[in-house]
């Protein structure tokens, strides 16, 4: 009877075919032996399935079997330094696997001189694709975050003067109403700069939804409207390539982040728009069309009539660093980032396409329980009669823009009766003082020397009377900090652009 305790022993030639091929072969990582001419003679097993070849099919092959002549090409050269200076090496390459799936690996390799006197070159490799992978995704989450911040800010800039030269123009429009035929020329200038001013602020409108962080919770989001915030956004880049068809059809609402919404429909526009050759416009058409499909669900397609995708590159569009483009075009993130923001909604996306005809890419999202999007409230047509001087309510707007409450007054002196601060300290006195009732208190969220949240927390101290008339107006708030606050103190917060209707509903 055989004693267990006894160590097992292998003669020399068990020993390397046996006992050693299991030990390489049990290890995760894939180890790898060449000759000195460059012909694999050992592999293991991790090494055989990341290749997608077996052993039998690679020893005795060269890299020139199995890989492109690019890859093949910087694999020799790194291989012939190590075998030819003795120096051990460690480096970043990139190899095709049998399916065509890239590979990123870190290889470590040095020189091996047996008894006789042959050179090998030994090689352990460390799969590092997916970890590229996730950082990719990391560093075009913070860049995109850092655009996002820049988008906001824009827009907060833009949104102050653009408020006051819109109610400027709208005061003037209003004077302009009682003059005679003779300034018809007038009055079409004055419309015409109206309108160039509210395509401005359709723009500022897109660069606010950009700018909210993808953090933000799912809401009810009618997808026309989003597509109608974007295509503004891509309009320019567009009508150098294509002709836009919009065909809205009736959609349900969906449950989605509208910062990210932006974002896939922006990726898609552009990535239609670069599929058409420049200076073709009037041969091309970039078409978005919504629709609602048999089993209820909210359908967004987007169709170039470009050259299409071949059918062997198409299973890979959605993979990251994959791209058709020429080196500094494109980073091959674009739909890789689509993919991954319409499956994080609970949506899925599909594509059509074959070469010489374009392609449709096919969003389809579930559709919200919500059967309604709350709205800003827009002032109606017909005016009311202002009321009594002494009947008109006190409004108090504190503003580090002068321009902004000029504007205001200008356009809304007759309803109410205005009053104004450019330092909101100075505000908060006024109001502990108690000389004066003001009937609402407006506050700019973004002021250097004190935001719409500090101003808050000293209202509570020095006249908390006035917490239940405050109302905030802003440019575009751009921090995820101020919108958290501004959602838990649920007070109303008033485009620079501020209606009568607005300031009637909120005072009443």
């Not at 000759?35 to 055989?48: G, K, M, S």
């Not at 923001?341 to 999202?365: C, K, W, Y």
Request: with cysteine; aromatic share 8%.
């Amino acid at each position: 009877m055989k004693d267990t305790n006894e160590t097992e022993v292998f003669g020399p030639d068990e020993w390397e075919s046996t006992f050693l091929r299991r030990i390489v072969d049990s290890m995760g990582d894939p180890i790898f032996v060449k000759d000195d001419r460059h012909r694999w003679i050992f592999l293991n097993e991790a090494c055989c399935q990341s290749m997608g070849y077996s052993l039998e099919e690679l020893l005795g092959k060269s890299d020139y079997d199995f890989f492109t002549k690019a890859e093949a090409d910087v694999f020799w050269e790194r291989d012939n330094m190590v075998l030819s200076t003795g120096k051990p090496d460690e480096n970043e390459e990139s190899f095709t696997d049998a399916e065509g799936v890239e590979h990123i690996i870190i290889t470590k390799k040095t020189r091996f001189i047996d008894e006789k006197g042959r050179h090998f070159l030994v090689g352990v490799i460390r799969d590092v694709t997916e970890r590229k992978r996730l950082e990719a995704r990391l560093s075009v989450a913070k860049r995109l975050m850092s655009l996002g911040t820049l988008a906001g800010g824009v827009a907060h800039e833009i949104n102050n003067p653009l408020s006051f030269v819109l109610g400027n123009l709208e005061y003037i429009q209003e004077v302009a109403d009682g003059l005679d035929e003779s300034t018809e020329d007038f009055q079409e200038a004055l419309d015409a700069a109206i309108k160039g001013a509210l395509r401005v602020k359709e723009v500022v409108r897109g660069l606010q939804t950009f700018s909210h962080s993808a953090g933000d919770d799912f809401k009810p989001v009618d997808l026309r409207k989003s597509l109608q915030s974007t295509v503004n956004l891509a309009k320019n880049e567009i009508r150098h390539r294509a002709q836009l068809v919009e065909s809205y059809g009736d959609v349900p609402l969906v449950e989605a982040n509208p910062r990210s919404l932006g974002q896939i429909f922006l990726n898609l526009l552009i990535n239609a728009t670069q599929a058409l050759p420049l200076g073709e416009a009037c041969e091309n058409t970039v078409e978005i069309k919504t629709s609602t499909t048999t089993d209820g669900q909210a359908m967004v397609e987007v169709i170039d009539t470009g050259k299409g995708i071949d059918d062997e590159i198409r299973h890979r569009i959605f993979d990251p660093f994959f791209t058709t483009k020429a080196i500094g075009e494109g980073t091959g993130l674009g739909l890789s980032i689509v993919h991954t923001l319409v499956e994080a909604m609970n949506g899925h996306i599909e594509v059509d396409s074959q070469p010489g005809t374009g392609t449709t890419f096919r969003l389809i999202f579930p559709p919200s329980e919500a059967t309604e999007v709350e709205e800003i409230s827009v002032e109606p047509a017909a005016s009311p009669e202002p009321p009594p001087d002494e009947e008109r309510p006190r409004v108090l707007l504190i503003d580090d823009e002068p321009e902004v409450f000029n504007s205001l007054r200008r356009r809304l002196k007759r309803f109410f009766r205005f009053k104004f601060s450019a330092h909101p300290r100075e505000a908060l006195d006024r109001l502990a003082a108690h000389p004066e009732r003001f009937d609402l208190v407006i506050c700019d969220v973004m002021m250097p020397d004190m935001n719409g949240r500090n101003f808050y927390e000293a209202l509570q101290k020095k006249a908390p009377h006035y917490l239940k008339r405050l109302a905030f107006i802003s440019g575009g708030v751009f921090s995820k900090e101020m919108r958290d606050f501004l959602e838990e103190q649920n007070r109303p917060v008033l485009d620079k652009f501020v209606s009568l209707h607005q300031l009637q509903e909120i005072i009443e």
